[in-house]
């Protein structure tokens, strides 16, 4: 884990705050404790202090005359090698940076006296953060250092309704009205003979409306185990989760063609599908698999708040309470994380067979528009809600207007939205060691939006790649215990009962995520309903939330259950107003 605060232009004052700040922050993550802020002494318009040594893999490399910090896991575009902090120093400034090809999950920065580079990854999964001041400008991977620094003290209210109503942060917004979120694919650079540049070597929308091609699904195989083998040599081991479903067990399959030392991970009740299924892929291959089992009431009662402040502060509001036992789960077993997410864009994750089927793409659209806000059962204000919707429809607009078939466009805003914004903060919610996504780099992109809609509805990646990595063995079978058909329209006519099964938003592995409502109820309504003259409930609706929050009974506490996460996005956002406003106090 690396954290940084670049700036251009700052006068000598806001370069010192920047490294006080810095040292503050830090502070918010107990396993860097014992970390040190550096920052550059040199003189000139750039200025960057970090965290120095944070994590077992550490992407740092400091010469007297240039500073490049590599946050997350960049792959060169042959999928062979990790690039380093090093690589990078290596080379002629912004040259890797401005590669078009450079893969993975990662941010990255490249500095000198007199320049200053940063780039991201394809979706923007590892974020960076700007704003601007009178003097020039700061970048940052997290918001709340440059918010720290500005003087952001106000929420966005936009924002705000979108996590509740979208269920994330969309676009380029964070909570921190201000401060800004640099968009996936970028390389922005300062140079002192120009005006910055704002470039998009990697934009994701020449993947998502590039023209239909024949998939090779040999080289999709060979692209993405080469990447895990790139991220296994350079990592030594790896951590991985293993369940029941798609992703994680074709990340299996990945790991185990590309030798890589893997512990797998797999979380819930003892008996549940995911555990058992594990289990048993554990045993047939011989795999170090761990289990970690559901934590107790009394356990999660006890280091709720605690573990609620400490979520919001280390991932500036954006990701939900919801997620906030995941912070009990043990230290990562390996340098370096793989997640399986992005998988479901290769399976029309938001497709339905009666769009999937459409000619009237109009109707289509709308209908995609409308399922993709949700007022909370009456959680949202009308006001809220409808701020929410401009921002699906800005998204709309704007992949019409690059070029996206009306069709494509569900698909591409599961790519670009839910991937590349709600797993961003997802993406390093818990400890500070890199994580990786083979399925969603750039090969495993470019595959899904070669196939129609239609096509990618028969989870054609899974089937095809599955059948080629482990041929005739059992954990290459369907979850559901069948695929669907490979014939597109055919495929319409199975599996919308399925995917609702395979979706399944509502899973709750660690078991207490519904009972912690009950458990806490008077509590977590009272640190909201206290907030009286909160901005927040111009978005929220206050008499829909204490009716949400009141009743005892049986009846009550099941409709809680409906709620639940609308109701814990509600209280992440007074949660983060709560530690923004007494950070200021």
Same mark, same amino acid.
């Given at each position: 884990?690396?954290?940084?605060v670049a700036?251009?232009g700052?006068?000598?004052?806001?370069?010192?705050r920047? &490294?006080?700040v810095?040292?503050?922050y830090?502070g918010?993550?107990?396993e860097?404790a014992?970390c040190?802020v550096?920052?550059?002494?040199w003189?000139g318009p750039?200025? /960057?202090?970090w965290l120095h040594?944070?994590?077992? /893999?550490?992407?740092?490399r400091a010469?007297a005359?240039?500073?490049t910090?590599v946050?997350g896991?960049?792959i060169r575009?042959?999928?062979?090698a990790v690039v380093t902090?090093?690589? /990078?120093?290596?080379r002629?400034?912004g040259?890797?940076?401005?590669d078009?090809?450079l893969d993975g999950q990662?941010a990255?920065?490249d500095?000198?006296p007199?320049r200053?580079g940063?780039?991201?990854?394809t979706?923007?999964m590892?974020?960076?953060?700007?704003c601007r001041t009178?003097?020039?400008?700061l970048?940052s991977n997290?918001?709340?250092p440059?918010?720290?620094?500005?003087?952001?003290?106000a929420?966005?209210?936009d924002a705000?309704?979108?996590?509740?109503a979208?269920?994330w942060?969309?676009?380029? #917004?964070?909570?921190?009205?201000?401060?800004r979120?640099?968009?996936?694919g970028?390389?922005?650079y300062?140079?002192?003979d120009r005006?910055?540049v704002?470039?998009?070597?990697?934009?994701?929308?020449?993947?998502?409306?590039?023209?239909?091609? &024949?998939?090779?699904?040999?080289?999709l195989?060979?692209?993405?185990v080469?990447?895990c083998a790139?991220?296994?040599?350079?990592?030594?081991s790896?951590e991985?989760?293993?369940t029941?479903g798609?992703?994680s067990?074709l990340l299996?399959?990945?790991?185990?063609a590309?030798?890589?030392?893997?512990i797998?991970?797999?979380?819930g009740?003892?008996?549940?599908?995911d555990?058992l299924?594990s289990q048993?892929?554990?045993e047939t291959?011989?795999?170090?698999r761990r289990h970690?089992?559901?934590?107790?009431e009394e356990?999660?009662?006890?280091?709720?708040?605690?573990?609620?402040?400490q979520?919001?502060v280390?991932?500036d509001g954006?990701?939900?309470l919801?997620q906030n036992?995941?912070?009990?789960r043990p230290p990562?077993?390996?340098?370096?994380?793989?997640?399986?997410?992005?998988g479901?864009?290769?399976r029309?994750?938001?497709?339905t067979p &009666?769009?999937?089927?459409?000619?009237r793409t109009a109707a289509?659209?709308a209908?995609?528009?409308?399922a993709?806000t949700?007022?909370g059962h009456g959680?949202?204000?009308a006001?809220g809600l409808?701020?929410s919707r401009r921002?699906?429809d800005?998204f709309?607009n704007?992949?019409?207007?690059?070029?996206?078939s009306?069709?494509?466009?569900?698909d591409?805003?599961s790519?670009?939205?839910?991937?590349g914004?709600?797993?961003?903060?997802?993406t390093r919610?818990?400890?500070?060691?890199?994580?990786?996504?083979p399925?969603s780099?750039?090969?495993y992109?470019r595959?899904?939006?070669?196939f129609?809609? /239609?096509r990618r509805?028969?989870?054609?990646?899974?089937y095809?790649l599955f059948r080629?990595?482990?041929?005739g063995?059992e954990?290459?079978?369907?979850?559901?215990?069948?695929?669907r058909?490979?014939i597109p329209?055919l495929n319409?006519l199975?599996?919308?009962a399925r995917q609702?099964v395979?979706?399944?938003?509502?899973r709750?592995p660690?078991?207490?995520?519904?009972?912690?409502?009950?458990?806490? #109820?008077?509590?977590?309504?009272?640190?909201?309903?206290?907030?009286?003259s909160s901005?927040?409930?111009q978005?929220i609706?206050?008499?829909?939330?204490e009716?949400?929050m009141?009743?005892?009974?049986?009846a009550?506490?099941?409709?809680r259950?409906?709620?639940?996460k609308?109701?814990?996005?509600v209280?992440?956002?007074?949660?983060?107003?709560a530690?923004?406003?007494e950070?200021?106090a």
């Open positions: 884990m690396t954290l940084f700036s251009w700052a006068n000598d004052q806001l370069r010192a920047a &490294r006080d810095l040292r503050d830090a918010c993550f107990p860097l014992e040190g550096r920052e550059t002494g003189t750039v200025h /960057v202090a040594g944070a994590g077992p /893999v550490t992407g740092e010469g005359d240039r500073v910090l946050d896991v960049a575009g042959f999928g062979d902090a090093e690589a /990078v120093a290596a002629p400034f040259e890797l940076a401005g078009s090809e990662f990255l920065l500095a000198m007199d200053l940063i780039a991201t990854d979706l923007g590892y974020t960076l953060h700007w009178a003097d020039g400008w970048v997290r918001v709340e440059l918010a720290r620094l500005v003087g952001a003290d929420i966005d209210a705000a309704a979108a996590f509740v979208v269920g942060v969309t676009g380029e #917004r964070t909570l921190a009205d201000g401060v979120t640099v968009p996936g970028a390389h922005w300062w140079t002192p005006e910055p704002f470039s998009r070597p990697r934009d994701p929308w020449r993947i998502v409306t590039a023209p239909r091609t &024949r998939v090779d699904m040999s080289a195989r060979d692209a993405l080469a990447r790139a991220v296994g040599d350079w990592a030594g790896v991985s989760g293993l029941s798609l992703d067990r299996f399959m990945l790991l185990r590309a030798q890589v030392k893997t797998y991970i797999t979380a009740h003892p008996q549940s599908p555990v299924v048993r892929i554990a291959y011989g795999v170090d970690i089992p559901p934590f107790s356990e999660v009662r006890d280091r709720w708040q605690t573990l609620a402040r979520l919001v280390q991932n954006m990701v939900s919801w036992i995941d912070l009990m990562v077993a390996a340098p370096v994380s793989f997640w399986g997410v992005g479901n864009i290769g029309s994750f938001y497709g &009666r769009d999937l089927a459409t000619v289509q659209l209908r995609f528009k409308a993709r949700a007022n959680l949202v204000t006001d409808a701020a921002q699906v800005e709309v704007t992949a019409i207007a690059q070029g996206t009306p069709a494509d466009v569900p591409a805003f790519a670009l939205e839910l991937i914004r709600w797993s961003a903060p997802n919610k818990i400890y500070p060691t890199p994580v990786f996504g399925l780099t750039r090969p992109l595959a899904t939006f070669a129609s809609p /239609v509805y028969s989870e054609p990646l899974h095809h080629m990595l482990a041929p063995e954990i290459a079978n369907h979850p559901s215990g069948k695929w058909p490979q329209y319409l199975f599996g919308r609702r395979m979706q399944n938003a509502g709750d660690l078991g207490i995520r519904y009972r912690i409502l009950e458990l806490l #109820r008077a509590e977590l309504a009272a640190r909201c309903l206290d907030r009286t901005p927040l409930w978005v609706s206050r008499p829909a939330f009716a949400a009141s009743g005892t009974s049986e009550d506490a099941e409709r259950t409906t709620l639940a609308p109701i814990l996005a209280l992440t956002l007074f949660e983060y107003e530690m923004r406003s950070g200021r």
